[in-house]
């Protein structure tokens, strides 16, 4: 490396999961971080740190959680014990690094460093919505996230919906502060019905003959009122055109569950849990319609996605979907069951309508890039460098 390199170390612990949010966060923007040439990356792994960016298997992931779940009912305090040799793990591996490399947190709160320390802040939800969280992430959040932002020389939040948040709870300078959006992986495109067919067919679906919803099963996606509105569209579409839900089951979703029974038993609403990333761009561009009410998002990364694979979009107007899906999307209050409902009925009577909605979504996703996030990104830490070489 040059002497204009600069290092960069990253908890990419959440990498080792199942791919959610941060952690689909952290696999695109430090993929497309790589290719910036200064840019001198370390991925902290929780027992390892490894130079560059490496994806582990949907299977090795797999492998992970079922461990962590053993571990987690045969230890005492197991988050707890986790935490420690996380900690201890991380101080072992980067104390040689730490005089010299800025520290990027994606997740919130940061383990001990002595050097600069980066932060990135999804979204506030744990303060706005604490009922729609367990109580011990609460606890968490609200117990550390305040001293997390002290320690942070510079924090990144992925929209302007989460600045906002961030100002209202803490009072955060604009300075202190720097929004880099996401994007969709170019995986995330149009493909044919007849390029689907075979992929989709292994999870009992065909292209463009199902309505699809992607997140976790919890309460601020807002399914139950999804499926009110579904529930109340003609019989004939519900037949035609099912619910598919895809996303591992969260927390507090026995009421969403039994909501879901009379539509589960007529064969009109599919929960297909957690499906591996490798066919999730299948899934989503053989979707007559993407239907995404939820209630809070620090981004709404699956509405973009949707978007990026040809598919009209419908959304909820709150936190930061508006940034994401402009006016390239059929947008309600989550609270709206008829107007959900007659946005639905709209997009699968009027398939004309759909292909024009579904046009301008391509173009809406153009204008986000993880190359733009990455150098946004790298931005920041060029501004902590110089600043902590003046200090």
Excluded at 94 to 102: F, P
Excluded at 242 to 248: H, Q
Aim: hydrophobic share 40%; with cysteine.
């Amino acid at each position: 490396m040059g002497q204009s390199s600069l290092k960069i170390l990253v908890n990419g612990t959440r990498l080792l999961t199942p791919l959610t949010g941060i952690g689909s966060y952290i696999r695109h923007l430090f993929s497309a971080m790589q290719r910036i040439p200064e840019a001198d990356l370390y991925m902290f792994y929780g027992t390892r740190l490894e130079k560059g960016v490496r994806l582990p298997s949907d299977s090795s992931r797999a492998r992970l959680q079922i461990g962590y779940k053993l571990f987690l009912k045969v230890l005492p305090r197991p988050r707890f014990f986790r935490q420690m040799a996380e900690q201890a793990m991380f101080r072992y591996h980067t104390q040689k690094l730490s005089k010299e490399a800025i520290y990027h947190e994606p997740n919130y709160l940061p383990l001990v460093y002595k050097g600069p320390i980066v932060l990135t802040v999804c979204d506030m939800s744990c303060f706005d919505h604490p009922e729609a969280h367990p109580k011990e992430r609460v606890d968490l959040m609200q117990r550390h996230l305040p001293r997390s932002l002290e320690l942070a020389d510079h924090i990144i939040v992925i929209s302007n919906a989460t600045k906002l948040a961030l100002k209202r709870w803490f009072d955060v300078a604009d300075t202190r502060m720097t929004v880099t959006y996401l994007a969709a992986d170019l995986r995330f495109m149009p493909r044919t019905s007849s390029a689907l067919a075979p992929i989709l067919s292994g999870l009992g679906l065909t292209p463009s003959e199902f309505i699809l919803s992607v997140g976790t099963l919890e309460p601020r996606k807002n399914l139950e009122v999804l499926f009110a509105a579904f529930s109340g569209l003609p019989a004939v579409l519900r037949k035609r055109f099912p619910l598919v839900v895809a996303g591992m089951s969260g927390w507090n979703n026995e009421a969403l569950i039994m909501s879901a029974k009379a539509l589960i038993n007529r064969g009109e609403l599919r929960f297909l849990g957690y499906v591996p990333d490798d066919l999730m761009p299948a899934l989503y561009s053989g979707a007559a319609v993407f239907c995404y009410p939820s209630r809070y998002e620090g981004f709404g990364l699956p509405a973009l996605e949707a978007m990026a694979s040809g598919v009209p979009v419908i959304t909820s107007n709150q936190t930061s979907l508006p940034e994401v899906v402009g006016s390239a999307g059929l947008m309600t209050d989550p609270d709206d069951v008829t107007g959900l409902r007659e946005r639905l009925q709209q997009l699968l009577e009027d398939r004309v309508y759909a292909h024009t909605l579904a046009q301008l979504g391509l173009q809406q996703a153009k204008t986000f890039s993880w190359e733009r996030c990455a150098k946004e990104t790298f931005s920041v830490y060029e501004k902590v460098r110089n600043i902590s070489m003046r200090t």
